[in-house]
């Protein structure tokens, strides 16, 4: 009876699922490289911010922009752990995606509460448009923190 041959229909196939996992992996590491050369640069930027503002005694002034530029490096970071436990696990996983949307729609319900005080008194949609975007963050911080909670508690007990 011959040898099987190396180069028989079963190994192609085989072939093509380790190069597209190497393909992967890369793809990961290079955005995971991205993110955390973006957070950096964006810590960088906000302690920069800071130190002019304290600089020129204007950091009350500028407060929610700074607040904006953290939050923003947190989300970053979150993103950046999602990447990192998807590269680990090798399978997609919904907690660190739900806490992304999380901390993305509380970032932006903090910006606009924040902003508040700045809109004009006599525009009326602007208030209304607002107020519809808040309770619309809301309700979505809802969805996901109840997502989070069902996911939690649906898992199995050792994971």
């Known amino acids: 009876m011959p040898e099987p041959n190396k180069n028989d229909v079963t190994s192609v196939p085989r072939r093509i699922g380790v190069a597209l996992s190497l393909a992967e992996q890369i793809v990961y590491v290079g955005l995971g490289l991205v993110l955390t050369i973006c957070a950096l640069a964006l810590l960088a930027g906000a ?79 602007i208030f209304q448009r607002a107020m519809l975007e808040l309770s619309v963050l809301s309700l979505m911080i809802v969805i996901l923190v109840g997502s989070l909670i069902f996911l939690q508690r649906s898992a199995p007990v050792g994971d």
């Open 47 to 125: 302690f920069k911010h800071v130190v002019s503002c304290l600089w020129h005694r204007d950091l009350i002034s500028q407060i929610v922009s700074v607040l904006d530029q953290l939050l923003l490096v947190l989300l970053i970071i979150e993103l950046l752990y999602t990447v990192q436990v998807s590269l680990r696990e090798h399978r997609l996983v919904f907690e660190p995606f739900l806490v992304v949307g999380l901390v993305s729609a509380i970032r932006r319900i903090l910006i606009i509460t924040a902003e508040m005080t700045k809109l004009p008194e006599s525009s009326q949609a």
